[in-house]
């Protein structure tokens, strides 16, 4: 059987959205049921062997599915704290975050991929959304809300894929509405002007609290639809739409992922994916891991 347990610290993790229930191509090392303050993560931890390509070691990377093994979690259901927690106790300092999204302008098409650089919130504060509360108060920045150092490297992983289907979008901002209902047409326009790019469910919390948790954390969009802005232009986004776009697209958004642990495995790595260049803006986030 796999082992139930990891002893090493495990520096990356994957959180994969709909679609990406599981990484495929990976050695299973060990299959991890963690239990946190904050309760089970959305998943059991797959923890995957990736050999380096500098090196030919094998480097860790945990897995998470966000909605779970077979998708049984809405969007306002998703365990986001303790699956941040969790992560961060495994040693868990750089977070690849996969999201199927609607697309709020033309030029981005459905398939094209978008590494964002911003988010607006559109969650309705329903959602448990900090670990700063019942006495451990702290503020973290959230200018950028995804790192820097990290979604360069994102990029020039994509980059590398385009010629081989892959069309990538280097900025974009996100608004992250609550749902599990789809937007209004108003809303859907009104987004527009506010200048977003892309739209999903899933990027908040899962990013301020790896903010709080001082892991690096950067997003990949895949869109899938239009949403229903372009009215009589074009279909309104449906769950079909979504879960074909994703399926016919899969293969490229694994080899993107794929891609971007390639990079992170290389040596030359090492201090960005240990979290070295992050700023300790608190002190409670290293309380959170033993390793
Ligand atoms: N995820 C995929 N498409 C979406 C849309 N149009 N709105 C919100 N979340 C989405």
């Given at each position: 059987g796999v082992p139930s347990t990891y002893d090493a610290p495990v520096h990356i993790a994957v959180i994969g959205g709909t679609g990406i229930q599981s990484l495929p191509g990976f050695t299973l090392a060990a299959t991890l049921d963690v239990d946190t303050p904050w309760g089970k993560p959305s998943s059991p931890i797959s923890i995957l062997h990736h050999p380096s390509p500098s090196t030919g070691k094998d480097v860790p990377v945990a897995f998470l599915s966000r909605h779970g093994l077979s998708h049984e979690l809405a969007p306002h259901e998703v365990k986001n704290q303790a699956n941040i927690a969790a992560l961060r106790h495994l040693g868990v300092r750089t977070i690849i975050a996969f999201s199927a999204v609607g697309s709020?302008?033309?030029?981005?098409?459905?398939?094209d991929f978008v590494v964002p650089d911003q988010v607006i919130d559109r969650t309705k504060?329903?959602?448990?959304?900090?670990?700063?509360e019942k006495g451990m108060v702290g503020h973290v920045g959230f200018?950028?809300?995804?790192d820097i150092k990290l979604a360069e490297l994102v990029r020039k992983c994509g980059h590398s894929l385009e010629g081989e289907g892959v069309t990538l979008h280097d900025k974009g901002t996100i608004i992250c509405m609550e749902g599990p209902q789809f937007s209004t047409r108003a809303e859907s326009n009104m987004y527009r002007s506010w200048g977003g790019t892309v739209i999903n469910m899933s990027a908040l919390p899962e990013a301020k609290l790896a903010r709080e948790a001082e892991i690096a954390y950067q997003m990949i969009c895949m869109a899938t639809d239009y949403d229903c802005w372009r009215g009589a232009e074009g279909e309104d986004v449906n769950v079909e739409m979504v879960m074909g776009h994703m399926k016919a697209n899969a293969d490229n958004a694994r080899r993107f992922v794929g891609a971007v642990l390639n990079e992170l495995s290389k040596d030359e790595h090492a201090e960005l994916v240990q979290g070295k260049h992050l700023v300790n803006q608190t002190k409670f986030a290293g309380s959170m891991t033993k390793k």
């Amino acid at each position: 059987g796999v082992p139930s347990t990891y002893d090493a610290p495990v520096h990356i993790a994957v959180i994969g959205g709909t679609g990406i229930q599981s990484l495929p191509g990976f050695t299973l090392a060990a299959t991890l049921d963690v239990d946190t303050p904050w309760g089970k993560p959305s998943s059991p931890i797959s923890i995957l062997h990736h050999p380096s390509p500098s090196t030919g070691k094998d480097v860790p990377v945990a897995f998470l599915s966000r909605h779970g093994l077979s998708h049984e979690l809405a969007p306002h259901e998703v365990k986001n704290q303790a699956n941040i927690a969790a992560l961060r106790h495994l040693g868990v300092r750089t977070i690849i975050a996969f999201s199927a999204v609607g697309s709020l302008q033309e030029e981005v098409r459905p398939r094209d991929f978008v590494v964002p650089d911003q988010v607006i919130d559109r969650t309705k504060g329903i959602r448990p959304f900090t670990y700063f509360e019942k006495g451990m108060v702290g503020h973290v920045g959230f200018g950028d809300p995804f790192d820097i150092k990290l979604a360069e490297l994102v990029r020039k992983c994509g980059h590398s894929l385009e010629g081989e289907g892959v069309t990538l979008h280097d900025k974009g901002t996100i608004i992250c509405m609550e749902g599990p209902q789809f937007s209004t047409r108003a809303e859907s326009n009104m987004y527009r002007s506010w200048g977003g790019t892309v739209i999903n469910m899933s990027a908040l919390p899962e990013a301020k609290l790896a903010r709080e948790a001082e892991i690096a954390y950067q997003m990949i969009c895949m869109a899938t639809d239009y949403d229903c802005w372009r009215g009589a232009e074009g279909e309104d986004v449906n769950v079909e739409m979504v879960m074909g776009h994703m399926k016919a697209n899969a293969d490229n958004a694994r080899r993107f992922v794929g891609a971007v642990l390639n990079e992170l495995s290389k040596d030359e790595h090492a201090e960005l994916v240990q979290g070295k260049h992050l700023v300790n803006q608190t002190k409670f986030a290293g309380s959170m891991t033993k390793k």
